[in-house]
């Protein structure tokens, strides 16, 4: 098997899955904790994000319930041109 440049060795998946299936008072709330189990599973972890949308019956329209990042760049916004810090074996 290959080493990912990527995912880190021995990431803790199962602790992603349980964030994702753990109660929350509401959307933001479990998106920040699944958005911070992920951050475990990448080697460039400055930033990660997540982005979920709910639409309508027909997808004609839609209303965004999870929309946030986490870590030190985050508040860059989507796809800055500064460069990334190294990344942590």
């Known amino acids: 098997m290959v080493a990912s440049a990527i995912v880190r ?3 803790d ?3 992603v899955l349980e964030a994702a299936y753990e109660p929350a008072a509401d959307d933001p709330t479990w998106g920040r ?3 911070g189990a992920m951050r475990q599973l990448f080697r460039c ?3 990660v994000g ?4 709910e639409h309508d019956p027909g997808c004609l329209a ?8 986490m870590g030190p760049t985050a508040e ?14």
């Open 13 to 15: 998946w199962v602790r």
């Open 45 to 47: 972890n400055d930033a």
């Open 62 to 69: 839609g209303r965004s319930l999870v929309n946030l990042g």
């Open 33 to 35: 904790e699944v958005v």
């Open 9 to 11: 060795p021995r990431a």
């Open 50 to 53: 997540m982005q979920i949308v």
């Open 76 to 89: 860059l916004g989507p796809m800055s041109s500064r460069s990334s810090r190294a990344c942590a074996a």
